[in-house]
């Protein structure tokens, strides 16, 4: 940050109430700038791994979200909320860069760290700090809980230097960051490829993760609260579950019993049968130890259906803590919630597990957002969105500068009306030059040699059990005419091989 930004942050953060009057960066504040408010709202962002979009507030796949749903209730749910790339660390990068991937290292965990020093202070955080805004991000919110690089991700630079008043983890049981991601109860850490996928825990929440997050969020809101500051807040919450390992205490598995979790459709659960993008579910198989059971045992499918099911409910039950302090709190009345997760995750589907691919249930992710003075609460709209989106949605909302550079469109007229439906596409990239369109209706899937693409109609086929590419020529040809309007990654990499190893597996991507 040079002398001259600091000088102006500085004057920002003594002044707040000269916002309105002060000019941004270069040149003399717009009129929109002059007319800004001289409070504005806070924003607490709440940000979730590997939570599918068909879990939660949107549909109902009779996983027990009661917190989510409470508060889908009182804000504007996107039910069709795609990601940009369905990995950790690459989906944080476009939310938090607000643009398409373009490059290799774009679609990979590495995505912030090596390329924030490009954009960082126009990242969504740095913008709101520049504004004047404290800016924390607490938990995964980048890509590693805590946003720090290095050995255990403890000790190293930040993965996005200068735009964050503070980034961290609580103190808890786990002794470093990347114990934490991938932690088992009560301090344990993953051995990779010793432990197992899942572990239901006979203790109480603190026996896990994710409920020392929910604490810290907690303190740090009545903090917030008594600091009575005239500085408005940026607080970004990440929780690390239902990511794997599925682990949960026991009272949130007893919430699903086996029985009561619905077994796939065969053909939903099948090998795709034509030329496809399939993987071998490398981040479960290689990461943890099978025991000599395999993802073609139903019984070994269902439990992990039933553990992915009781870490939801378990972070569900943590995400409610947060928004009831919000409430207790008085802050509600003038912050802005924005609920989103980071991908979706394949539990079974087209015989695969995990994301890193582009069909429906890996790029589909809750969206859910409340402002104070939102019109039609607990409606849900149609639009086609993307994780991009939420960057341009929250400066509008705020009234801060729009950087220049951002892909996404903002979000602000559906808010406004649920009916509003002014965005009808969605793109998303994997390795390989694999991008995807989706439409209302359709999911067109081509890579670099753009031969033999995937096509799928949700109208006749939902469950993606056949490739209609070649029923449908016509729809395909439209849709890849609309999908070369956007970005590409150059240059291309090559398809990552994602076979079960037990060391270095290039899936073991959280
Ligand atoms: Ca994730």
Not at 343 to 366: D, I, S
Request: some cysteine; hydrophobic content about 40%; aromatic content about 8%.
């Amino acid at each position: 940050m040079s002398l001259q930004t600091r000088t102006f942050h500085f004057v920002l953060r003594i002044a707040p109430l000269l916002l309105a009057a002060v000019s941004w960066g270069s040149g003399t504040a717009t009129a929109d700038e002059r007319a800004a408010p001289q409070v504005r709202p806070n924003v607490l962002l709440i940000a979730i791994d590997d939570l599918r979009g068909d879990f939660g507030p949107s549909i109902d796949l009779k996983v027990r979200t009661p917190s989510l749903d409470a508060f889908a209730k009182t804000a504007r749910i996107f039910a069709q909320h795609y990601v940009q790339v369905p990995t950790c660390g690459a989906s944080r990068c476009a939310l938090l860069r607000g643009c398409y991937p373009t490059l290799p290292v774009h679609l990979s965990n590495n995505a912030i760290t090596s390329t924030s020093a490009n954009w960082r202070d126009d990242s969504l955080p740095g913008c709101f700090r520049r504004a004047g805004y404290t800016t924390l991000a607490l938990g995964k919110v980048s890509h590693h809980p805590g946003g720090k690089t290095g050995k255990d991700w403890a000790v190293g630079k930040e993965e996005l230097e200068g735009v964050w008043d503070r980034c961290w983890i609580p103190k808890s049981p786990w002794k470093s960051p990347e114990a934490f991601m991938h932690g088992y109860a009560n301090g344990e850490a993953r051995q990779r490829g010793v432990s197992p996928p899942f572990q239901s825990v006979a203790g109480d929440d603190h026996s896990c993760t994710d409920a020392y997050i929910a604490d810290e969020a907690i303190s740090t809101l009545e903090s917030l609260k008594s600091a009575k500051s005239e500085q408005p807040f940026f607080l970004a919450v990440g929780f690390m579950k239902p990511h794997l390992p599925f682990v949960a205490p026991q009272k949130y598995v007893d919430l699903h019993p086996v029985a009561n979790i619905p077994i796939l459709d065969q053909a939903a659960a099948s090998k795709p049968n034509w030329n496809s993008r399939w993987h071998g579910s490398g981040e479960l198989r290689a990461s943890y130890r099978e025991n000599g059971r395999t993802i073609e045992q139903q019984e070994y499918v269902q439990q992990l259906r039933q553990m992915y099911a009781a870490a939801v409910s378990y972070v569900d039950a943590q995400i409610g803590r947060v928004l009831a302090e919000l409430e207790s709190s008085g802050l509600a009345k003038n912050t802005i919630v924005v609920v989103w997760g980071d991908h979706g995750f394949l539990l079974g589907e087209h015989a695969m597990w995990g994301k890193h691919c582009l069909y429906e249930n890996a790029l589909r992710a809750p969206l859910v957002i409340r402002t104070p003075d939102l019109l039609e609460p607990g409606a849900s709209t149609k639009s086609i969105v993307e994780t991009i989106d939420i960057f341009p949605t929250l400066v509008e909302l705020c009234q801060l500068p729009r950087p220049a550079k951002l892909d996404g469109t903002s979000l602000v007229a559906e808010l406004r009306d649920p009916a509003t439906m002014h965005q009808t596409t969605a793109v998303s990239y994997w390795s390989g030059a694999t991008r995807t369109i989706r439409s209302a209706t359709h999911r067109l899937i081509t890579d670099a040699t753009q031969d033999k693409p995937e096509l799928f109609d949700y109208a006749s086929d939902p469950l993606e059990t056949q490739n209609h590419a070649n029923d449908a020529p016509e729809v395909a040809r439209k849709l890849e005419e609309q999908l070369a309007k956007f970005p590409v990654v150059t240059p291309p990499v090559r398809p990552m091989v994602e076979a079960p190893q037990k060391t270095n597996s290039p899936s073991d991507r959280p």
